[in-house]
């Protein structure tokens, strides 16, 4: 037989159909293999398609019978171009057309990258925690991503993070690196956002989805919350009320830029991306070299927000927020009754007012050190971590002895990721800041951020804390204090400057490694300007942070209810200060809602203001455990009625605490209608007695009258709020 053109379409034809049939025995035999990841209510499920793409298959409320998940693609009709809209990993430059979590440049300089599943393995970590690894590989270029997928039974959260590994004979770029990348499926999507500025922190915007991509991010670097957090809920089908719907929470754990995208994609499902942000990072890797991203948080519940908070606030005690079983100091702060301005005469009677006043430890603030550029201000001295001899002769070790013969502890303000210009240090090592080599230098509080991608920098750093203690070893807390942003981002080390961002933050973890790996549990404040920076990475190394600098009460009432959506009550230090317009009393009960502090001139307080605030700080510590440690409900929203109200309860639904508060100051406002507590033992009866009142002051509430968890659910307590009364606290008790 002779060989012509038509003998080689009918060899390719009957090739054709041999490939056809091979893929339809496929189709029809091959075992998909699915890996769901488990909590206690929740399933998210992930499928090895034929061709060994890694998809999301569901991710929602756990179906009785784990067997029907494989069904669940089949009863969508949705026309996906690509097959993989719902890519567990979306890589760029194959298939895709949508948002990727990875893209890359290879070392021959090709920008595609197609994961396929290589294998998976489950490890239980203990009792409650597993940790799910998925090996993904490109099977044209040696490079492989692992996916880490933590989960946390009980409390329903799971962290995801990736290792991207470069195996190349050559340089790869990493153009974008996201951690995790979610797939959810709802007739809408919901999102709620925080937005902010300096004392205007977690302002939030709720909005529907609409297609396209949207981008919660921020370039920021150091106080990187300033503008946006990364914390932020997706509400599926219709927003979700504090007690209903189906509610997704997230965050990167990451304290510098990230980015989160939320895309709407054609087929209407939700995707979204988020992790370290890629702004002007392209990171790259050598041979055998690999990046590990940051971890990114989240939580899913279908009884609404109030459910996923408590979920992820006993979460972040039990496994992030540093101490988060442990206890807390009460404390007075010296920044707003001095700021700059005093000496050590002055501290010392801020020392007795400590005592005084009753808390545990007096906390001394900015300008107590630099000499040749003395901190007298904010414009000059930041760098120079030597006490300032004309304030403090004798140093901090005078006052740490003298806070011990006054039987109270001693903390200390410092802020050592940043230098003014006006400094010895910036005189030293010009080299050591962030800084335009050939650009003016711009300023942000008149300072600028050292650079911590510089090892000679983090063993700088690392002293100044670790120089404090050695020489001060009484010393029992330190507040962290992050003022600047990066402008003219620029290391004067790297060769790369596009690693500048991501180095940065390693570096200032490598510095707090160091420091809790000699000081496992001394107390530290994560502050930034007010809440400029926290994150639950961050949280791994400080027991709490500041939320605002705005002190305000009634502002607090905002943004402490926001905050609490996402950060346990222990971890948010909370100040009494002369903010506001309310009275003493209305202020400190709103402080009392967390890590109880005060930063007021005790000495001016009349006679019945400081016998409040004295026995304040005995009735917080009667009832603290319960806040730091208790269920935190929010019954009554600010932002919808007139009366703010929070109750916390403690496991046994024995004990609790209700806080309600006047939030409209309109004629004749107040709690007209009982207000529904919840959380209780319906058939357990209670009493509720007013508590924290201001001396002479007596209460319009019969704290001797007894009711059902049943009636007080439902019918709810009215806690007699009106002007006269605009801040009221009730402990609720179990009656035996
Ligand atoms: C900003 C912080 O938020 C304040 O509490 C105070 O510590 C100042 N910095 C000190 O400069």
Same mark, same amino acid.
């Given at each position: 037989?002779?060989?012509?053109?038509?003998?080689?379409?009918?060899?390719?034809?009957?090739?054709?159909?041999?490939?056809?049939?091979?893929?339809?025995?496929?189709?029809?035999?091959?075992?998909?293999?699915?890996?769901?990841?488990?909590?206690?209510?929740?399933?998210?499920?992930?499928?090895?398609?034929?061709?060994?793409?890694?998809?999301?298959?569901?991710?929602?409320?756990?179906?009785?019978?784990?067997?029907?998940?494989?069904?669940? =693609?089949?009863?969508?009709?949705?026309?996906?171009?690509?097959?993989?809209?719902?890519?567990?990993?979306?890589?760029?430059?194959?298939?895709?057309?949508?948002?990727?979590?990875?893209?890359?440049?290879?070392?021959?300089?090709?920008?595609?990258?197609?994961?396929?599943?290589?294998?998976?393995?489950?490890?239980?970590?203990?009792?409650?925690?597993?940790?799910?690894? !998925?090996?993904?590989?490109?099977?044209?270029?040696?490079?492989?991503?692992?996916?880490?997928? /933590?989960?946390?039974?009980?409390?329903?959260?799971?962290?995801?993070?990736?290792?991207?590994?470069?195996?190349?004979?050559?340089?790869?770029?990493?153009?974008?690196?996201?951690?995790?990348?979610?797939?959810?499926?709802?007739?809408?999507?919901?999102?709620?956002?925080?937005?902010?500025?300096?004392?205007?922190?977690?302002?939030?915007?709720?909005?529907?989805?609409?297609?396209?991509?949207?981008?919660?991010?921020?370039?920021?670097?150091?106080?990187?919350?300033?503008?946006?957090?990364?914390?932020?809920?997706?509400?599926?089908?219709? =927003?979700?009320?504090?007690?209903?719907?189906?509610?997704?929470?997230?965050?990167?754990?990451?304290?510098?830029?990230?980015?989160?995208?939320?895309?709407?994609?054609?087929?209407?499902?939700?995707?979204?991306?988020?992790?370290?942000?890629?702004?002007?990072?392209?990171?790259?890797?050598?041979?055998?070299?690999?990046?590990?991203?940051?971890?990114?948080?989240?939580?899913?519940?279908? /009884?609404?927000?109030?459910?996923?908070?408590?979920?992820?606030?006993?979460?972040?005690?039990?496994?992030?927020?540093?101490?988060?079983?442990?206890?807390?100091?009460?404390?007075?702060?010296?920044?707003?009754?001095?700021?700059?301005?005093?000496?050590?005469?002055?501290?010392?009677?801020?020392? /007795?007012?400590?005592?005084?006043?009753?808390?545990?430890?007096?906390?001394?603030?900015?300008?107590?050190?630099?000499?040749?550029? =003395?901190?007298?201000?904010?414009?000059?001295?930041?760098?120079?971590?030597?006490?300032?001899?004309?304030?403090?002769?004798?140093? !901090?070790?005078?006052?740490?002895?003298?806070?011990?013969?006054?039987?109270?502890?001693?903390?200390?303000?410092?802020?050592?990721?940043?230098?003014?210009?006006?400094?010895?240090?910036?005189?030293?090592?010009?080299?050591?800041?962030?800084?335009?080599?050939?650009?003016?230098?711009?300023?942000?509080?008149?300072?600028?951020?050292?650079?911590?991608?510089?090892?000679?920098?983090?063993?700088?750093?690392?002293?100044?804390?670790?120089?404090?203690?050695?020489?001060?070893?009484?010393?029992?807390?330190?507040?962290?204090?992050?003022?600047?942003?990066?402008?003219?981002?620029?290391?004067?080390?790297?060769?790369?400057?596009?690693?500048?961002?991501?180095?940065?933050?390693?570096?200032?973890?490598?510095?707090?490694?160091?420091?809790?790996?000699?000081?496992?549990?001394? =107390?530290?404040?994560?502050?930034?300007?007010?809440?400029?920076?926290?994150?639950?990475?961050?949280?791994?190394?400080?027991?709490?942070?500041?939320?605002?600098?705005?002190?305000?009460?009634?502002?607090? !009432?905002?943004?402490?209810?926001?905050?609490?959506?996402?950060?346990?009550?222990?971890?948010?230090?909370?100040?009494?200060?002369?903010?506001?317009?309310?009275?003493?009393?209305?202020?400190?009960?709103?402080?009392?809602?967390?890590?109880?502090?005060?930063?007021?001139?005790?000495?001016?307080?009349?006679?019945?203001?400081?016998?409040?605030?004295?026995?304040?700080?005995?009735?917080?510590?009667?009832?603290?455990?319960?806040?730091?440690?208790?269920?935190?409900?929010?019954?009554?929203?600010?932002?919808?009625?007139?009366?703010?109200?929070?109750?916390?309860?403690?496991?046994?639904?024995?004990?609790?605490?209700?806080?309600?508060?006047?939030?409209?100051?309109?004629?004749?406002?107040?709690?007209?209608?009982?207000?529904?507590?919840?959380?209780?033992?319906? /058939?357990?009866?209670?009493?509720?007695?007013?508590?924290?009142?201001?001396?002479?002051?007596?209460?319009?509430?019969?704290?001797?009258?007894?009711?059902?968890?049943?009636?007080?659910?439902?019918?709810?307590?009215?806690?007699?709020?009106?002007?006269?009364?605009?801040?009221?606290?009730?402990?609720?008790?179990?009656?035996?």
């Amino acid at each position: 037989m002779g060989f012509n053109s038509s003998n080689l379409k009918s060899g390719y034809k009957s090739a054709a159909l041999l490939f056809l049939f091979a893929v339809a025995a496929s189709a029809t035999f091959a075992q998909e293999t699915t890996i769901p990841i488990e909590t206690a209510n929740n399933a998210m499920v992930l499928q090895v398609a034929k061709n060994k793409d890694l998809n999301t298959i569901y991710f929602g409320v756990k179906l009785s019978n784990a067997a029907e998940y494989g069904k669940v =693609p089949g009863v969508y009709n949705q026309d996906d171009y690509t097959g993989m809209l719902n890519s567990a990993y979306t890589s760029s430059g194959s298939r895709n057309l949508v948002e990727p979590a990875i893209s890359v440049t290879h070392a021959d300089g090709n920008n595609s990258l197609d994961l396929k599943y290589v294998s998976h393995n489950i490890t239980k970590v203990s009792d409650d925690v597993s940790l799910l690894t !998925i090996q993904l590989k490109d099977p044209v270029y040696d490079f492989e991503v692992t996916l880490y997928y /933590k989960s946390y039974f009980k409390d329903d959260v799971i962290e995801q993070w990736s290792t991207i590994k470069n195996n190349e004979k050559g340089v790869v770029t990493l153009n974008k690196f996201a951690s995790a990348n979610l797939y959810l499926k709802a007739g809408s999507f919901w999102l709620r956002q925080y937005h902010g500025d300096w004392a205007k922190e977690m302002q939030p915007e709720e909005t529907q989805i609409t297609h396209g991509v949207k981008t919660i991010d921020t370039k920021l670097g150091t106080r990187a919350n300033l503008f946006e957090p990364s914390v932020f809920m997706v509400s599926l089908d219709k =927003p979700a009320t504090e007690d209903e719907g189906t509610v997704l929470y997230g965050g990167v754990e990451w304290s510098g830029n990230f980015r989160e995208d939320f895309e709407l994609d054609p087929t209407d499902n939700l995707r979204i991306i988020a992790g370290a942000n890629n702004y002007a990072s392209a990171y790259t890797l050598k041979t055998g070299e690999d990046f590990k991203t940051p971890a990114v948080w989240y939580t899913l519940s279908d /009884k609404g927000r109030g459910d996923a908070s408590r979920k992820l606030q006993s979460w972040a005690r039990n496994y992030k927020l540093l101490d988060g079983k442990g206890t807390r100091m009460t404390l007075l702060n010296n920044w707003e009754s001095t700021y700059f301005d005093f000496n050590e005469q002055k501290l010392s009677e801020l020392l /007795k007012d400590t005592k005084k006043l009753g808390v545990d430890l007096f906390l001394l603030d900015d300008g107590w050190f630099a000499n040749k550029y =003395p901190r007298n201000g904010d414009h000059a001295g930041l760098g120079d971590w030597q006490e300032n001899k004309s304030k403090l002769p004798n140093g !901090i070790a005078a006052l740490v002895k003298e806070s011990q013969t006054d039987g109270v502890k001693f903390g200390i303000w410092i802020e050592p990721e940043m230098v003014n210009p006006k400094s010895i240090l910036y005189e030293k090592h010009p080299d050591w800041v962030v800084k335009q080599p050939k650009r003016d230098e711009y300023y942000f509080r008149n300072q600028l951020v050292l650079d911590l991608t510089n090892p000679k920098v983090q063993d700088f750093v690392f002293n100044i804390v670790d120089s404090l203690f050695v020489k001060n070893p009484g010393l029992a807390f330190i507040k962290w204090d992050c003022n600047a942003v990066i402008y003219n981002a620029y290391s004067a080390r790297l060769k790369d400057q596009s690693h500048f961002y991501v180095d940065y933050v390693r570096g200032l973890y490598k510095v707090l490694e160091r420091i809790r790996a000699k000081y496992p549990v001394v =107390p530290m404040m994560l502050c930034s300007g007010g809440g400029g920076r926290v994150d639950y990475a961050a949280l791994q190394y400080f027991t709490e942070f500041w939320p605002s600098d705005n002190t305000d009460p009634i502002e607090r !009432i905002f943004i402490q209810w926001e905050y609490s959506y996402f950060y346990p009550a222990m971890a948010s230090a909370n100040h009494v200060t002369d903010w506001g317009k309310q009275p003493l009393k209305f202020r400190t009960d709103v402080a009392m809602m967390g890590r109880l502090g005060f930063d007021i001139v005790v000495s001016k307080l009349s006679g019945s203001d400081l016998q409040f605030a004295q026995d304040a700080v005995k009735t917080y510590n009667s009832v603290k455990q319960t806040i730091w440690q208790g269920d935190q409900y929010r019954l009554s929203d600010p932002r919808e009625k007139n009366v703010a109200s929070i109750m916390y309860l403690d496991a046994a639904k024995a004990n609790g605490v209700m806080f309600n508060y006047l939030v409209n100051y309109r004629y004749d406002q107040g709690s007209k209608t009982p207000i529904r507590l919840k959380g209780l033992d319906p /058939k357990k009866n209670y009493k509720l007695k007013e508590i924290n009142l201001y001396p002479g002051a007596s209460s319009s509430i019969d704290g001797e009258k007894t009711y059902q968890g049943d009636f007080l659910m439902k019918v709810g307590f009215n806690p007699q709020v009106n002007t006269g009364r605009s801040s009221v606290v009730l402990q609720i008790s179990e009656i035996n």
